[in-house]
């Protein structure tokens, strides 16, 4: 039975945890384990069930698809205080998050992460990457380095304490030294983790060892990225990028299965392409087209309520995602907000200094002087949020979307016209 990706082909926002609620509304039992592979709660996954609006930040989006179970594997950063907020916020609403399964070898983000993380970005200024200040960058860094605290220690406390004195160490000469900030306790750490330490406990598994005798028995689970292809560690738009791999290769390390057990790979993307914090970005509109596609489409942050900034389709990052996940399929997204235009341009190509690039650039440099290069195809100038059948579109809009398919290096599996659990159309 499947292991199925579910990860962003651009630059995050793309719909992801739509996605995944359409994978688990097909059927009752159709997921049975939804997985965060990686990043923090600096991710946010917006889903609409019933015309009610729930927004996840750690858990994976798979939480709201009854009978399945939620799980944060290893390579996630976790702030176990979010978590449980997060936990509290959705039984309130009726969703059963208790299911929930943490591996013992996550790493916690702390507040000394959290205090690290804003005074860093502060002291930047104009070269601040745009974190949203929730110590993932510290967090993983101390992973890197070895001095990170794991879901594990938190149950022993000599190994607890040893770590965390070794981690402040040096973080408080960096507050005190450099940053004009307090100093942070050891105890005071070891206090804020005791407090959620006794409800943590059950949480914790082997969550590698779960997940691949669940494959074993038959079962589907699906691996759900956080944040995007463009802001991965080592693919992405560096150093304009989030700590880890969302990418499909970062499933293996990051939830502790092997890539050969993996049957799908679907991309998600939207119709057009937004981005939030700082870095390239070719085809970015700051004009009146830029702000009416951030207004229709309600551009701003589920995380953070940052206004992300938007500009055309760019099928050169549809290509370079295909290839770097080994996509399967792509699910498009957000195609009901393109409604307001005569023509809707779509970047092929790029120019840069004269040379046309059909490819990614392979620098920095390049990739920054990138100029777009557009194809203008007919809008359809109308309402299509009430479709449910590729039929149903206007020519214009299925030509439109075909167009994607042709240019963007994998086939369309669905498409999505409105926010609604309802509002998507298959294809495949």
């Known amino acids: 039975m499947p292991a199925i990706v579910v990860l962003g082909a651009q630059w995050g926002d793309e719909g992801k945890g739509k996605a995944t609620d359409l994978l688990g509304a097909d059927r009752p039992g159709a997921i049975d384990y939804c997985v965060r592979y990686q990043g923090g709660n600096n991710a946010g996954h917006t889903i609409v069930v019933d015309g009610e609006k729930f927004a996840t930040h750690l858990l994976p989006s798979g939480v709201l698809t009854p009978g399945c179970t939620p799980v944060i594997a290893n390579g996630v950063v976790m702030d176990a205080r979010v978590l449980f907020t997060e936990i509290d916020g959705l039984e309130a609403r009726g969703v059963n998050a208790s299911r929930t399964l943490v591996s013992a070898g996550a790493h916690l983000i702390t507040s000394y992460h959290t205090a690290i993380d804003k005074v860093t970005e502060r002291f930047l200024g104009k070269n601040r990457i745009g974190t949203t200040g929730r110590g993932i960058g510290p967090a993983y860094a101390d992973k890197i380095n070895r001095i990170g605290v794991r879901v594990a220690d938190v149950f022993d406390e000599k190994i607890l304490a040893a770590k965390v004195e070794a981690a402040l160490e040096s973080k408080n000469h960096m507050l005190v030294k450099v940053y004009n900030r307090r100093a942070i306790s050891v105890q005071e750490i070891l206090d804020e983790i005791a407090e959620y330490a006794d409800r943590l406990k059950p949480m914790v598994a082997d969550t590698s060892l779960v997940l691949n005798k669940a494959l074993d028995d038959g079962r589907t689970v699906l691996f759900e990225g956080a944040q995007a292809t463009m802001l991965d560690v080592d693919h992405g738009t560096y150093p304009f990028v989030t700590s880890s791999n969302p990418i499909a290769g970062g499933v293996g390390a990051g939830a502790g299965i092997g890539p050969t057990r993996i049957d799908r790979i679907i991309g998600v993307i939207k119709a057009y392409t937004t981005r939030v914090g700082s870095g390239p970005f070719p085809t970015e509109l700051l004009d009146e087209d830029g702000e009416l596609l951030r207004q229709v489409g309600a551009e701003f942050g589920t995380t953070t309520g940052r206004p992300r900034r938007c500009g055309w389709y760019d099928a050169v990052i549809a290509r370079y995602a295909a290839r770097v996940n080994g996509l399967t399929e792509f699910f498009l997204t957000k195609l009901d907000c393109l409604g307001e235009w005569d023509q809707i341009p779509v970047c092929v190509a790029y120019e840069i200094d004269g040379v046309r690039h059909d490819e990614m650039p392979m620098t920095q440099t390049e990739f920054h002087h990138a100029k777009p290069v557009y194809e203008f ?15 149903e579109l206007p020519a214009n ?23 609604g659990r309802e509002q998507s159309i298959q294809l495949r």
């Open 377 to 391: 195809l007919p809008g359809w100038k109308s309402d299509i949020s009430g479709c449910r059948t590729f039929e």
């Open 397 to 419: 809009a299925q030509a439109y979307v075909r167009r994607l398919e042709e240019l963007s290096g994998a086939p369309f599996w669905g498409v999505g016209v409105g926010p």
